[in-house]
């Protein structure tokens, strides 16, 4: 080899050394699953202070496709998120819309690689995620004819995450309804929580309960007792026809609910506290930690009623060791106004309070 191919293999070989490197750069943690921290085993009560306060990136991959909803997520959201002051992120997700719609239900590998990219975002900013499994109608109208289908779903999730860190948590479903009752939810979350546990045995896991996660329904929820790294959750949007007036994209009638304010009353607050009075004895008594995985008023309610609302429920929450994820981040109960680029200060603050 004269002077010239050596110089010519020596410049080929450091500019495929450099774009090797420059991959790796962008996308260390998939491609090198050493970067990920590891997974250790942490109590469920620990992981839920962990949990703390969150926001939800509603909107975004529930949709049939992200951005269908109008919320595409973008790198900057989690560090804006964490200097924000909140400790985790719940992650709604359509599995359903990007798995074989039969037994295996092969989940899609482009957008399995999406949500890794969203995980690992989370993971680099120290952030905690709560990965769930959303809008998965076609299981709420046939809960144990599609069992299985929803079991190798969840198979997939939890072989791909096992070696994750404990700051991704699983969900296993977002508000069963429709056809779901006490007893087949039971069956079905119980099925899918099996197949978790062979590949995640001590991995803490949220379940909430029947009729779109009420906290009146979570009494008939029935956690088994030989695992004790499950978080329950409820759903809070009470009085409904405040926090949804106006929401007539998919709230039927609540249009007419427009002009209802919120806290001018003392039965207003005391209202909250009661109901999360019922989810505190239930917890107390089955010795469980709770997550409020969702909360918030749309964005038709006036401001100074929204924030009133928000704060009390935020607190409440807090007064009985519930950690909690606002709905949402990006839409239209939004805390981000993502066209201005700024957070909507007084939600913000409502939120995370000034010490
Ligand atoms: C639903 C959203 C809805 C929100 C408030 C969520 O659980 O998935 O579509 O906007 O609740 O109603």
Known sequence: MNWKNSIFTLLLFTLLLSLTGCKKKTNVLSEDPVGLPPFEEIGAFEQNVLLGRGVNFGNALEGENEGDMGMVIQEEY?????????QSLRVPISWGYHALPVYPSTIDLTFFSRIDWVIENAIRAELNAVINCHHIDVLDADPLGNK???????RQIADRYKDYPNSVIFEIKNEPHDQFNADNWDEVYKAVLDVIRETNPTRNVVIGPINWNSFSSMNT???PENDQHLIATFHYYNPFQFTHQGATG???GSGDWLGTTWGNLQSHYARVISDFESVADWAEAENRPVYMGEFGAYEQADMASRVLWTDHVARTAESFDFSWAYWEFGAGFGIYDRNAGEWREELLGALIPEE
């Open 78 to 86: 989690f560090t804006l998120i964490k200097q924000a002051g909140f």
């Open 148 to 154: 299985m289908w929803f079991v190798e779903i969840w």
């Open 221 to 223: 929820l029935d956690l």
């Open 250 to 252: 998919w709230v039927e």
